[in-house]
């Protein structure tokens, strides 16, 4: 994993001269050689959160945008994914993108300073989960309790903050799901089995409608089989 996908390429470049398969998992490095690169699907989770939010506005009104790290892949192809989703809603005027840098407590400050300056915001699209709580709180103190807000994550935190009508959706974005992937694909990789060098990790937008399948415990949850993720 990589929040600074160039910051780790020195490492990774030692280890692939001494000739040890590396799986690359969750955010993509910028160079290095990997047997197989485990990551979610960014650009669409970003996408079908978007559309979900703008849709529940009615397709018109205000939004702003919580990023991530600037330059972190996660970050940059979410926030793709809600741009995506803006040109098919004309109506919908973004006031501000801001990063947040997945800080809870530094979304809370931008939102907060944007509600300042902008008195009517119809919902927030957020890089993360973290953000969008720090997004809330800062409506909640407001008194904007009608703004929507989305995020990506699906952490159980969120899914109770949906089924309580804090937090409109999420996007499935499974840790879970791709640690088991990633090391099926290590183990597959020692094992000279084939192992595709690029594998997506799909998911789900999360609302009231389906959070049950996921307030199931870590501890009770089961590995996809990898026919299942990889075809």
Same mark, same amino acid.
């Given at each position: 994993?990589?929040? +600074?996908? *160039?910051?780790?390429?020195? /490492? ?19 160079? =290095? ?6 990551? /979610?699907?960014?650009?669409?989770? =970003? ?7 703008? *849709?529940?506005? =009615? $397709?018109?009104?205000? &939004? ?8 972190? @892949?996660?970050?940059?192809?979410? &926030? ?17 993108? #801001? ?9 809370? #400050? ?5 509600? #300042? @300056? ?19 709180? /800062? ?25 309580? $009508?804090?937090?409109?959706? @999420? ?13 099926? /694909? ?16 799909? $998911?789900?937008?999360? +609302?009231?409608?389906?959070? @049950? ?5 870590? +501890?009770? *949850? ?10």
């Amino acid at each position: 994993m990589a929040i +600074d996908p *160039r910051g780790v390429v020195p /490492a990774i470049e030692k280890v692939n001269g001494s000739g040890i398969p590396v799986i690359n998992y969750n955010d993509r490095v910028a160079a =290095g050689k990997f047997a197989s690169v485990v990551v /979610a699907d960014d650009y669409n989770l =970003g996408l079908d959160v978007a559309r979900y939010l703008l *849709r529940s506005i =009615g $397709g018109k009104g205000n &939004v702003i945008i919580l990023e991530g790290v600037k330059g972190s @892949t996660t970050s940059d192809e979410r &926030v793709r994914g809600f741009h995506k989703a803006l040109t098919e809603f004309p109506n919908v005027k973004v006031l501000a993108s #801001q990063p947040a840098n997945y800080q809870r407590l530094q979304a809370l #400050q931008v939102t907060e300073n944007l509600i #300042q @300056t902008n008195s009517n915001i119809d919902g927030v699209l957020a890089a993360a989960d973290v953000m969008a709580f720090g997004a809330i709180e /800062a409506f909640e103190a407001a008194g904007h309790k009608q703004t929507k807000i989305v995020g990506i994550g699906g952490v159980p935190e969120s899914v109770e903050a949906i089924k309580a $009508g804090r937090l409109l959706a @999420t996007s499935e974005f499974n840790g879970y799901k791709m640690g088991c992937i990633a090391t099926m /694909a290590a183990v597959r990789t020692v094992r000279k089995q084939a192992v595709p060098p690029n594998i997506i990790i799909k $998911g789900v937008v999360i +609302d009231k409608s389906n959070t @049950t399948s996921f307030e199931l415990p870590a +501890d009770k *949850r089961q590995c996809p089989k990898w026919e299942e993720i990889v075809n």
